[in-house]
T-cell receptor, first 113, second 116 residues
Framework: DAKTTQPTSMDCAEGRAANLPCNHS???????VYWYRQIHSQGPQYIIH???NNETNEMASLIITEDRKSSTLILPHATLRDTAVYYC??????????????FGKGTLLTVNP | GAGVSQSPRYKVAKRGQDVALRCDPI?????LFWYQQALGQGPEFLTY????????KSGLPSDRFFAERPEGSVSTLKIQRTQQEDSAVYLC??????????????FGSGTRLTVV
């Protein structure tokens, strides 16, 4: 799986949009971008994933650059409960032993009142 | 249940003691995974079950670690002769969408093991 690079930490004001970047310059054509988050004392939680088109669900939006070398997770109206470590993971969708999720250290997002 | 349940929530073990960590996956979930998370790090894969079959145990750190899922539902991770480096949060996840879909995982809240 391609390696990802994320900032160690970010801050965001409550009610504002939180934009979390992820670099994955070595991504392959069949690799998806996944985002998970981990709230303190809880297990990771799936947020969203995409291949090359932008994606949106009830939790967030995922913007992937045209060259697919980077992406941004957007929380449109951050709340205090969004304070968590956010992990960007790149992996092949199917085939082989791809059931493993390879987490890095992620980005600690702190939403401030 | 509605989610993945892990017990105990916290475990303190004396060095050399054996421990057993339990995972109750979501009913009907075929795939079950164990991950280890050291302080300040992301979770790392330990082992994977499909029903009762352990298909991958490549992430287990040593032969002191053993996992089982005898009836294809509840799983137990056992650590023998615990060492201080075993101190970590042990996370269990289950999936209904098949092991290849990275979006179908539901994680439990983990068991925090502290070896003193």
């Amino acid at each position: 799986d391609a390696k990802t690079t994320q900032p160690t930490s970010m801050d965001c004001a409550e009610g504002r949009a939180a934009n979390l970047p992820c670099n994955h310059s070595t991504i392959s054509g069949n690799e998806y971008v996944y985002w998970y988050r981990q709230i303190h004392s809880q297990g990771p939680q799936y947020i969203i994933h995409g291949l090359k088109n932008n994606e949106t669900n009830e939790m967030a939006s995922l913007i992937i650059t045209e060259d697919r070398k980077s992406s941004t997770l957007i929380l449109p109206h951050a709340t205090l409960r969004d304070t968590a470590v956010y992990y960007c993971i790149v992996r092949v969708e199917s085939g082989g032993s791809n059931y493993k999720l390879t987490f890095g250290k992620g980005t600690l997002l702190t939403v401030n009142p | 249940g509605a989610g993945v349940s892990q017990s105990p929530r916290y475990k303190v073990a004396k060095r050399g003691q054996d421990v057993a960590l339990r995972c109750d996956p979501i009913s009907g979930h075929v795939s079950l995974f164990w991950y280890q998370q050291a302080l300040g790090q992301g979770p790392e894969f330990l082992t994977y079950f499909q029903n009762e079959a352990q298909l991958d145990k490549s992430g287990l750190p040593s032969d002191r670690f053993f996992a089982e899922r005898p009836e294809g539902s509840v799983s137990t991770l056992k650590i023998q002769r615990t060492q201080q480096e075993d101190s970590a949060v042990y996370l269990c996840a289950s999936s209904s969408t098949g092991p290849s879909a990275g979006y179908g995982y539901t994680f439990g809240s983990g068991t925090r093991l502290t070896v003193v």
